[in-house]
């Protein structure tokens, strides 16, 4: 599991709250030598009043005085009372012209201060210091169907990279099955915030593909001020899966970033089963509970980052899509390399269904480096 670390409220089972758990930084195409059970030692996250008039009172003097001057206009004597004028009315269109005047200045004024207090350095809106938070909108029907619809011929050109570019997940054995619906069952622990669920996630999309499909993916990144920052991908809050052989739960447990480092909340708490799910099985590897967690029927495991996210750091989600129809790409080895893993662990609970799926030589190929039995 990665060592990012769960932040914001606490949950059951004491999770270090926000500022904790960054995974070290690693060169791209690299991933840590790990020990059986064991997951690389983690880094801390850095995780004014008006002027005053001219005379008394800001009153211009008048000049002339009692007694002196010119006489009043209209030929009125000095002491005389003088007339009351009628009344001063307002006309229909200046009172509409002044009512609008009024509106405009109130809306000007609500814009400059969510502005300025997002803009600001103060933290109180969705940017800090120039850099703003994602906001997730809905993947472009295309964009999707690049992703959930990789080439067989490049599965098969990519099939099990090096373990120096990809990382197989962990096989468990007699444990009892994890189903949902009739069906066995694929849970998914995630957060918007983190980048290496950010990367988990093209992976599981394109694998997931291959058992049924997606609807109302969104397009994000991940926190821009973590590290590696921003990086491309996808959200699962708002989506949802379909499919006859697996039932996938996929809970995106905290929010992203808000307006700094930390400043994230919970998004979609866990349920009992599921947070004991997660505490046993990263407890069983020696871990806290950390980001991404993939439980494939609690017969495989992700727990730890499959690849460098920074492979994707720079892209757009077009960019990225558009090259996983290069099997010699970087990308595509790093996110449809895993996408076969996650396969052969998918298809070790489905009893090896759909056929056409899980015979392919790729999949069967990281059967074997996982360690499931045939």
């Keep these: ?75 009125r004597r000095p002491g005389t009372a003088v007339p009351a004028g009628p009344p001063r009315r307002f ?29 600001g350095g103060s933290g109180t809106g969705n940017c800090l210091n120039g850099v703003c938070a994602p906001v997730p909108t809905k993947a472009p029907p295309g964009l999707v169907s690049e992703v959930t619809n990789v080439p067989a011929s490049v599965e098969q050109a990519v099939g099990v990279p090096s373990s120096s570019l990809v990382g197989a997940p962990t096989y468990v054995g007699g444990q009892p099955p994890l189903t949902s619906g009739g069906k066995p069952e694929a849970l998914f622990i995630g957060a918007e915030f983190c980048p290496y669920c950010a990367a988990e996630r093209w992976a599981m999309i394109v694998a997931f593909s291959r058992f049924g499909s997606f609807s109302n993916l969104y397009e994000t990144t991940s926190s821009p001020w973590d590290d590696p920052s921003a990086i491309p991908t996808f959200t699962f809050h ?115 269904q759909p056929a056409p799926v899980c015979s392919a030589s790729a999949v069967t190929a990281a059967a074997k480096t996982i360690g499931i039995p045939s």
């Design 1 to 75: 599991m990665s060592v990012v670390q769960p932040g914001g409220n606490k949950r059951p089972g004491g999770s270090p709250g926000p500022g904790q758990g960054q995974r070290p930084q690693q060169k791209p195409g690299q991933r840590p030598q790990q020990k059986p059970g064991q997951r690389p030692p983690s880094a801390a996250r850095r995780p004014p009043s008006a002027k005053p008039g001219a005379g008394a009172g800001g009153r211009v003097p008048q000049k002339g005085g009692g007694g002196g001057g010119r006489p009043p206009a209209g030929g």
């Design 91 to 119: 006309s229909a269109t200046t009172m509409a012209f002044t009512a609008i005047v009024v509106v405009v200045l109130v809306v000007v004024a609500l814009v400059v201060v969510k502005v300025t207090s997002g803009s």
């Design 238 to 352: 708002y989506a949802t899966y379909t499919s006859s052989y697996v039932d996938f739960t996929m809970v995106e447990h905290e929010s992203n970033d808000k307006d700094g480092l930390g400043t994230r909340s919970i998004l979609e708490p866990l349920t009992t089963e599921q947070n004991d799910l997660w505490s046993t099985y990263d407890s069983k590897f020696g871990e806290p509970e950390g980001f991404p967690f993939l439980d494939m029927g609690n017969k495989v495991i992700v727990y730890s980052p499959s690849y460098n996210p920074e492979v994707l750091s720079g892209y757009t989600q077009s960019a990225i899509a558009a090259q996983l129809t290069n099997p010699k790409s970087a990308i595509t080895q790093s996110i449809v390399g895993t996408a076969n893993y996650i396969t052969a662990g998918i298809c070790s609970i489905t009893g090896q």
